[in-house]
């Protein structure tokens, strides 16, 4: 039987949630002060994501950098993947404040939108 502790990230308590599991076979969770803990270590154990957010390099623009994020979350293990992805990549500018920078990131059903606006360079 596998241990393991999460934090329940769901509200500033941050509580230590105790999964107990056979594999992905979850038969006990303990240490929540409410139900929505047993969720969100339900999912962080079976199926973990994260918003990600970081920078995209922009041509011809006021800010040499465009800060971006998933829109959603997107798997835990395709972050270095994601990254690596759009490091490589320059966008135009003028960027828009919610432009899809990438569309549906390394096939996660996902975009990337930018979460400023970036203006010509004059
Ligand atoms: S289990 Fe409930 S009370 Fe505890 S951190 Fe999560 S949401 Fe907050």
Redesign the pocket.
Known sequence: MNERTII????????R?KVKANGDDIKDISG???P??IE?AKNEYLNPTRILPTTVRVKNGQIALVPVKTASPIPKEKIGEAMQKLSEIEVEAPVELGQVIVNNILDTGVDVVATRSIKEKN
């Open positions: 329940c990230l769901s509200c500033p308590k941050g509580c949630v929540h002060e409410c929505q803990g969100y």
